[in-house]
């Protein structure tokens, strides 16, 4: 009898558990169901890309199940040497990587200030700099471009760096200052009781403690500055064709190719392979720095 007993309890605790993992199923299933659809597209691309143009434009993606022999490498030779892709790729990353460390060490010395130090319109200056965001780029153009003239920035990469950290910077001063101001008030308390300077308790608390928005921050404007067009295109592209990035040669290759299409599949996916590894590398800081950034503040 006290054995029967002892089980009963068992038994019924893994009862409720299947229950539980049985209420939940629903969701995972329309979880997985969303993810296949939003996958099936990204699929088809990356399987066209390896198939011969004959095989894309007579038949599905596919059908490479049932004749996998018509997969071949053959469209990304073809970018790889005729596109121009390599040069405008390293141009890519001569461009994005200073475009985004510099507007996030911009943004997280005035996220700290704005965070932390006391200083007259602190709060106006926050509102102004946040304000910015809903700026069209568009009307940037004109009197930035004049401005380049100017001092004969068209078509260098340093006219992309600055564009960039201009733009990026209110979102990132907002992100970033949302995400300090959520930081333990006695840890700085009591740095500065023990004489450090705001400078030692921004590099030894405040940034080190900040590491997965700054890492989120990372993400997002890496992934603006790789994928932008129209900045890259106006400052550069239409003046040094030399130093034009990715995405403006991805855009002169669907009209110079006209009929070869196709190729576009290999090209977008030589495009994407960066961001793909810069997001896989700092996904796990990706939901905290958001969540934490926008909530709390």
Known sequence: MTSVAAARPAARSYAGAFRRRLGTLPKHVVVIGLMVLWLVPTIGLFVNSFRPAAAVQSSGWWTFLIHPSQLTLSNYRYVLAQGGLLPAFVNSLFITIPATIIPLFVAAFAAYAFAWMKFPAKNVLFVAVVGLLVVPLQTTFIPILQLYGTFGLNGQFLALWLAHTGYGLPFAVYLLRNFMGSLPSEVFESAEIDGASPVTAFFRLALPMSVPAIAALA????????????????????????????TVILANLVSSLGSGWWYLAAAAF????????????????????????SVKG
């Open 219 to 246: 993400i997002f404007q890496f992934l603006f500055v790789w994928n932008d067009l129209l900045v890259a295109l106006i400052y550069v592209g239409a003046t040094n064709p030399d130093n034009a990035p990715l």
């Open 270 to 293: 030589i495009a994407m392979s960066v961001p793909l590894a810069v997001f896989f590398a700092l996904q796990r800081y990706f939901v905290r720095g958001i969540v934490s950034g």
